[in-house]
């Protein structure tokens, strides 16, 4: 079992970035996929960006593609999301997420992920 920290989030004006981060700790030793999701009010959870569990492939939404880059320091079990260029659509909790996976596969469902953490808010105003 893993568990999953987030922080990074708060407020920000429009244009500004923000750089999220991940923390996992628990059981690290397996490879993970590893996932943001964001869940704005009254909204689904969307998949932002992923991280395959053995080869560091990436896969970022394509709404996102532009300003989001995720990477992934695995001395630190810890996964980042950096967004620049933020709007105020992009107000929402962000959620990471873990799978236990030994591809190069990139899941973009929030269904297969088996672990969450609980969420940071990030808010942007215009």
């Known amino acids: 079992q893993v568990q999953l920290v987030e922080s990074g989030g708060g407020a920000v004006q429009a244009g500004g970035s923000l750089r999220l981060a991940c923390a996992a700790s628990g059981r690290t030793s397996s490879n993970y996929a590893m996932g943001w999701f964001r869940q704005a009010p009254g909204k689904g959870r969307e998949f932002v960006a992923g991280i395959s569990g053995i080869d560091g492939r990436i896969n970022v939404e394509d709404s996102v593609k532009d300003r989001a880059t995720m990477s992934r320091d695995r001395a630190k079990n810890t996964v980042y999301l950096q967004m620049n260029s933020l709007k105020p659509e992009d107000t929402a909790v962000y959620y990471c997420?873990?799978?236990?996976?030994?591809?190069?596969?990139?899941?973009?469902?929030?269904?297969?992920?088996?672990?969450w953490g609980r969420g940071t808010q990030v808010t942007v105003s215009s």
């Open positions: 997420a873990a799978k236990h996976s030994y591809t190069s596969a990139v899941p973009t469902g929030a269904n297969v992920y088996l672990y």
